[in-house]
């Protein structure tokens, strides 16, 4: 069983710094508000409430386009606290890798896949939520979703199809 652990920090600050762009294109400094593309408001620490709940929605997603790779596991997808001994304020994917998998090399990109799609989904939300045009985002998130399943491929050692003479 593999494990991929992420920090709700390290993925809050990643989904904030993307909607501070969204609100601020040109950077912070100095710019004229006809710079801006829209008036988005960036998703903080105090929206910690709407970001949990789309943690769990997003993890369901997932988890439905990489079934095989976690059905013999009890529990897949954990958002766990800040009493959590191990991993406290973290995010916990558990899943087999296919057997001829290189661990080294399917690892780092499953796990660019996960934090694609998670942060793809948090933006989408809250660009719906805040009633701002998200279907370029939506896009992004699918697409995100959908190279899951890929990355669980990527890696994979190649096996004789045919005997050599």
């Known amino acids: 069983m593999t494990i991929i652990v992420i920090t709700k920090d390290e993925l809050l600050r990643l989904v904030g710094l993307e909607t501070l762009y969204l609100a601020n294109p040109s950077g912070v400094e100095n ?3 006809g710079n801006k593309l829209q008036d988005i408001v960036p998703l903080l620490k105090e929206d910690m409430p709407f970001f949990e709940t789309r943690l769990y929605e997003v993890g369901i997603n997932i988890l439905k386009e990489v079934i095989p790779y976690v059905k013999e596991i009890d529990v897949p997808y954990t958002i766990t606290d800040s009493e959590d001994e191990c ?6 994917f558990s899943f087999n890798l296919p057997e001829t998998s290189q661990v080294g090399v399917a690892i780092p990109i499953i796990q ?7 942060s793809g989904y948090i933006i989408k939300e809250w660009l719906k939520s805040k009633q701002y045009p998200y279907k370029d985002k939506e896009e992004v998130y699918f697409t995100s979703l959908s190279e899951i399943k890929s ?3 990527c890696g994979r050692k190649t096996t004789l199809k045919y ?3």
Do not use: G, H, V
């Open 151 to 153: 990355a669980f491929m």
């Open 163 to 165: 005997k050599p003479y």
């Open 112 to 118: 660019q896949e996960i934090l694609n799609t998670i």
């Open 87 to 92: 991993y406290p304020d973290s995010i916990i």
């Open 31 to 33: 710019t004229p508000a």
